[in-house]
């Protein structure tokens, strides 16, 4: 069974960074598609990045691009978002996905909320 698990989330002020966290199991990780996708206040899901374990093959949403980065630790089945220089818009919850468009499977979610 494919269970992923978020972490890292929190308040944060705008221009600050965080670092989430996915925990992952049920599936071969270094050869599978991931992804963070997330949903604001009121909003639908948005896909944020994607990754590509095995060959690290990365691709970003225009309004993140050059403030996220999403990459893999494949040695310990755990796939990392590290946002800088947030923004008030950013604020959502943020999940994982076992697919690199988002689709498929999704953990609970960790909120991220940017506000002074």
């Known amino acids: 069974e494919v269970q992923l698990v978020e972490s890292g989330g929190g308040l944060v002020q705008p221009g600050g960074s965080l670092r989430l966290s996915c925990a992952t199991s049920g599936f071969t990780f270094s050869s599978s598609h991931m992804s963070w996708v997330r949903q604001a206040p009121g909003k639908g899901l948005e896909w944020v990045a994607g990754i590509n374990s095995a060959t690290f093959y990365t691709e970003y949403q225009h309004s993140v691009k050059g403030r996220f980065i999403i990459y893999t630790d494949n040695a310990d089945n755990t796939l990392y978002l590290q946002m800088n220089s947030l923004k008030t818009e950013d604020t959502a919850v943020y999940y994982c996905?076992?697919?690199?468009?988002?689709?498929?499977?999704r953990g609970q979610g960790t909120q991220v909320t940017v506000s002074s």
């Open positions: 996905a076992s697919s690199f468009d988002g689709s498929g499977t």
